[in-house]
Nanobody
Framework: QVQLVESGGGLVQAGGSLRLSCAASGRTFSGYGMGWFRQAPGKEREFVAGITRSGESTYYEDSVQGRFTISRDNARNTVYLQMNSLKPEDTAVYYC????????????????WGQGTQVTVSS
């Protein structure tokens, strides 16, 4: 079992920044690829960013490329999502997730999920 707890969400103006954190406990954190997803009201949950077990490789959804940065600290069992130049369309509940596989953009290939943290970007 892996328990994931997100933090760092909040209300920010367009153009602002937020840093989300996801703290993991349980089984060996470094053995999991990690992803961030988001879900806006009335929409499906979508992939935002992913990072491999070692942190060597990262992946981004096109709309966040160049604005968001995913990173991880395996010594602290934590994955981060730095979000810059935020837009109102980034408003959503953000979830972190862990997969035993290599990083994937597919929701149902993740084994563990956090409870989510709300990000609201005002115009």
């Amino acid at each position: 079992q892996v328990q994931l707890v997100e933090s760092g969400g909040g209300l920010v103006q367009a153009g602002g920044s937020l840093r989300l954190s996801c703290a993991a406990s349980g089984r060996t954190f470094s053995g999991y690829g990690m992803g961030w997803f988001r879900q806006a009201p009335g929409k499906e949950r979508e992939f935002v960013a992913g990072i491999t077990r070692s942190g060597e490789s990262t992946y981004y959804e096109d709309s966040v490329q160049g604005r968001f940065t995913i990173s991880r600290d395996n010594a602290r069992n934590t994955v981060y999502l730095q979000m810059n130049s935020l837009k109102p369309e980034d408003t959503a509940v953000y979830y972190c997730a862990a997969t035993r596989q290599l990083v994937t953009t597919t929701t149902n290939e993740y084994d563990y999920w956090g409870q989510g943290t709300q990000v609201t970007v005002s115009s």
